[in-house]
């Protein structure tokens, strides 16, 4: 799998419990399906009961193209902002993978216990 920013190959790690990808040069992380959830409750035990949905209704999600592309599907990116907050991620509408530029997990974390 290629980075959606670098188009380098990705590695896999195990991050928080989760066998994840992640670029080696610009420390991106691609989180499949539900891995995010499953990262961040593992992360932080006490939020493992509020979880945002970026699926449910996309209304309610400003949404943009991005020149990234799901290193899965090969479709191009959407920017999506995660929940109320400033943080941006990058989704892919048809695996449901999200991307996370470095030092977004840190923020989503950070933003989550701030609820």
Not at 5 to 28: H, N, Q, S, T
Not at 53 to 60: E, M, S
Not at 78 to 100: E, K, N, T
Request: glycine share 4%; net charge neutral.
């Amino acid at each position: 799998m290629l980075c959606p920013l670098c188009k380098i190959e990705m590695k896999r790690a195990i991050f928080y419990g989760v066998e994840i990808d992640y670029c080696p040069k610009c420390l991106g992380l691609w989180f499949e399906k539900d891995e995010l959830r499953q990262a961040k409750d593992e992360k932080d035990k006490d939020l493992a009961w509020l979880d945002i949905d970026l699926w449910q209704d996309k209304r309610k999600f400003k949404i943009s193209q991005t020149q990234k592309y799901c290193p899965v599907c090969l479709t191009l990116l959407y920017s999506v902002r995660y929940a109320d907050s400033q943080i941006q991620v990058d989704i892919c509408s048809l695996c449901q993978g999200i991307w996370l530029d470095r030092g977004e997990f840190k923020k989503i974390i950070d933003y989550l216990k701030d609820k």
